[in-house]
């Protein structure tokens, strides 16, 4: 059986509101146009203008209104949209207010950070993405959205599809790691899961492509900080997923907190509206990022509030979210003749565009459904699909003497570490509705599942020593060694350890960016321990981000990446680790050797002087005191059988611009279980007018072979994969030779030359 993930590159979002009326508008349009021409100026900035709920904030909020003074403003029409009102009820009664007390009755737009389920969780995004199944985006997507559209929500701040190459930068964890190709088809999976193919289902809600743009790449792995970047990678590395997106009609966008060589992207016209809204056709609209239009005036890029609002605008930034610069200063712009009305009027219309696509126009309230609020959230299918998710998004990253899985002989298992028996950081960061402490901990999974097996368990050491919610700093312990005595004999008396270290699911996520992104504490000091007295360890690491373990990958046997793997994780890792699923994750992201690498990434380009290996060779690209080559590889991930890929084939040496070249393996399981492989496929541009990437990934497939089968897999490159971007945005098709590579992992070696007439 063939998972082909090209599916979700098929054009997916066509909107049910295209019905033409007999003045040639769509029915859809002339709604809008009449309703603009009823609004007054006021009214039509009150929708530009996004508040807060006093009870959940997601940034620092000092323009924060009290609820009275709040609700005389959406009284008054001053208010478009809310963010962090949750619950059918609230939703309800905010809902209430705008469309029975307001002049013209507009309803609000609910909007949260939805962003790996809603009470569900599921494994954070970056470990979805190491699933390399974008069907199961869609999936977890979609259960996301019928749950966060119960609590009446109609709108999620997601998918991140901002590229990263810095583990430093804790908010990877939101992403789909490193490279651009995989980001794009599992934001296109998000966006199909969120919006399905009808956004006024009342089991979906709208999505938005975030943070517009290059937020990742923000200086040195801190967040928020400056992104110097430069046209080439711009346009090949971070814009294709936007780009992607808005073609295939995710609702909306929301902008970026950074600057982008010294452009706030808040301000940038050239983003929004030369890229966005002109050449891509974009019709959803752009929300800011929190606060992010009154931080232009922190950047140093507007003298005031009001000229920050007049730069946003312009910029085409179209609903302000928490600035409050919109409600102040907008009008008075409009009034001095600084900003043209039809400015405001295309923001207007855009919004009033997704209000109306979700069918908040003709039932203002079917989220608000307390009913379904009951039955559709936190539901034993939800459960169990996290489940899946989660088993399938491991990565099994060494495996010496096959120690997993655990066979039937085996009949005392040590559970130790920190994070062993953590029934919260599985949750992850972002983690919307869950309910603190509700994960399924390693030590209640694997005891569930564990028939007839002694299991000893220690914690060891605490990994960190302050509260749990939205610590703004952990305290990490680096003193406490008082368990290490119960984790060595818990060692010494069980046949196998299970040690699970990592990340406390606080340690990524935004504002978590980390200079050392080793084992934090006492953990290396806990393993160090742990293996003088049992040397069968089964390391399972679960954090939000690459780490830096050195000293883990040299000594453990066996590291299973597991990640912050959602609500069910606990019995994920039992059923991979007792071998129930074949592990089949691949990672998203370079695991660096030494932080000093960073930024580290498959797709480098040669240099002029291409590190040749050889430690005496100094006046090569290369380091004196560490190799260039990462810990583990994008791509890269083991299965308990084993994968051989032999002829690889291309269907001519030669093609023109416009034709197809197929490319076919066959990949066989040479072990004894049936497995499942992500077969990769990367091309090289060997001479272009740019320096192309050595390796860039432009195909893959996940297929399952059973043991001893062979799968003949095929694959299809066209001009959309051979062209790339110059620095000024101009897509070209070069000709001449290229390299394509298919194998396991980005450090495939096979591979055949072709050449583009
Ligand atoms: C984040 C966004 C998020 C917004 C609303 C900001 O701090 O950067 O990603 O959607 O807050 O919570």
């Not at 790691?177 to 980001?183: F, R, S």
């Not at 801190?222 to 992104?227: A, L, M, Q």
């Not at 908040?360 to 989220?367: H, M, S, V």
């Amino acid at each position: 059986m063939k998972t082909i993930i090209i599916t979700v590159f098929i054009g997916l979002f066509i909107f049910s509101s295209c019905s033409i009326t007999t003045n040639g508008m769509t029915e859809e349009d002339k709604f809008i146009e009449d309703l603009l021409a009823r609004m007054n100026l006021q009214e039509k900035i009150g929708q530009l203008n996004q508040h807060t709920s006093q009870w959940e904030m997601t940034g620092p909020a000092p323009n924060a209104k009290n609820t009275q003074d709040l609700l005389e403003d959406i009284k008054n029409g001053r208010v478009g949209s809310m963010l962090n009102v949750v619950g059918a009820e609230a939703t309800l009664n905010a809902q209430k207010i705008a469309v029975e007390n307001s002049r013209l009755g507009i309803p609000l737009i609910f909007g949260y950070d939805v962003i790996h389920g809603q009470k569900t969780m599921f494994p954070i995004p970056l470990a979805e993405a190491a699933s390399w199944n974008p069907d199961l985006a869609v999936l977890s997507s979609s259960i996301a959205a019928k749950e966060a559209a119960a609590n009446g929500l109609h709108w999620t701040f997601a998918p991140m599809v901002d590229v990263g190459r810095d583990a430093r930068w804790g908010r990877v964890m939101e992403g789909a790691g490193e490279d651009a190709y995989l980001t794009t088809a599992f934001s296109l999976a998000r966006v199909q899961g969120f919006q399905g193919d009808d956004l006024s289902n009342e089991n979906t809600i709208a999505a938005c492509a975030k943070h517009f743009a290059g937020y990742a790449f923000s200086e040195s792995g801190r967040d928020y900080n400056v992104v110097e970047i430069g046209g080439e990678s711009l346009h090949n590395v971070v814009l294709p997923p936007f780009k992607a997106l808005a073609e295939s009609g995710v609702a909306t966008f929301m902008n970026a907190f950074n600057t982008i060589d010294g452009m706030p992207a808040t301000a940038s016209s050239y983003l929004q509206r030369d890229l966005l809204k002109g050449e891509w056709g974009y019709d959803g609209f752009v929300v800011s990022d929190w606060n992010s239009i009154g931080e232009i005036m922190i950047h140093g890029a507007a003298a005031d509030l009001k000229e920050c609002a007049f730069r946003a605008i312009t910029a085409g930034s179209d609903m302000d979210m928490e600035a409050t610069a919109y409600i102040k200063y907008l009008e008075e712009l409009v009034m001095e003749g600084k900003v043209d009305v039809k400015l405001i009027d295309d923001a207007v219309r855009r919004i009033l565009r997704i209000k109306y696509r979700l069918g908040l126009f003709e039932d203002p309230y079917k989220y608000s459904n307390i009913d379904r609020e009951k039955a559709n959230i936190y539901t034993g299918e939800h459960k169990s699909a996290s489940r899946k998710v989660a088993r399938e998004s491991m990565v099994l990253l060494k495996n010496e003497g096959n120690l997993l899985p655990i066979t039937s002989s085996v009949k005392s298992i040590a559970v130790i570490g920190p994070l062993a028996d953590d029934n919260d950081s599985p949750l992850g960061n972002w983690r919307a509705q869950a309910i603190p402490n509700s994960a399924v901990s390693m030590l209640s999974g694997i005891k569930a599942a564990a028939d007839g097996i002694k299991i000893n368990y220690a914690e060891g050491c605490k990994l960190a020593t302050a509260g749990r919610a939205f610590p703004t700093h952990l305290t990490i312990n680096n003193t406490d060694k008082s368990g290490f005595s119960a984790a060595v004999n818990a060692a010494k008396k069980s046949e196998l350890v299970l040690l699970a270290i990592g990340e406390d699911a606080f340690m990524s996520g935004e504002g978590r960016s980390q200079t050392d992104i080793t084992l934090r504490g006492l953990q290396q000091e806990l393993f160090d321990a742990i293996y003088k007295v049992n040397k069968n360890i089964v390391v399972v690491l679960m954090n939000g981000r690459p780490l830096v373990i050195p000293e883990i990958a040299e000594k453990a046997p066996a590291i299973l990446e597991a990640w912050h793997g959602g609500t069910e994780a606990g019995h994920a890792i039992a059923d991979v680790v007792f071998g129930k699923y074949n592990p089949s994750g691949k990672l998203p992201m370079t695991f660096p050797l030494n932080v000093g690498q960073i930024p580290i990434y498959y797709n480098y380009k040669n240099t002029g002087r291409p590190d040749t290996g050889n430690p005496e060779d100094n006046l090569w690209s290369s380091y004196t005191d560490a190799p260039n080559t990462p810990l583990y590889p994008f791509g890269f991930g083991l299965s308990y059988t084993t994968f051989e890929y032999s002829d690889i084939k291309v269907s001519s040496s030669e093609i023109s611009k416009g034709e197809t070249l197929q490319v076919s393996v066959n990949v066989s399981n040479t072990g004894t279980v049936d497995g499942e492989e992500v077969v990769q496929l990367y091309i090289c541009d060997k001479a272009a007018t740019y320096a192309r990437p050595l390796k860039e990934l432009k195909g893959f497939q996940k297929v399952s072979i059973k043991a001893g089968g062979t799968e003949n897999i095929t694959f299809k490159l066209s001009d959309k994969e051979l062209g790339y971007y110059f620095p000024n945005g101009k897509y070209v098709l070069e000709p001449g030779g290229f390299r394509v590579y298919v194998g396991g992992s980005s450090e495939v070696k096979h591979s055949v030359n072709f050449s583009l007439k």
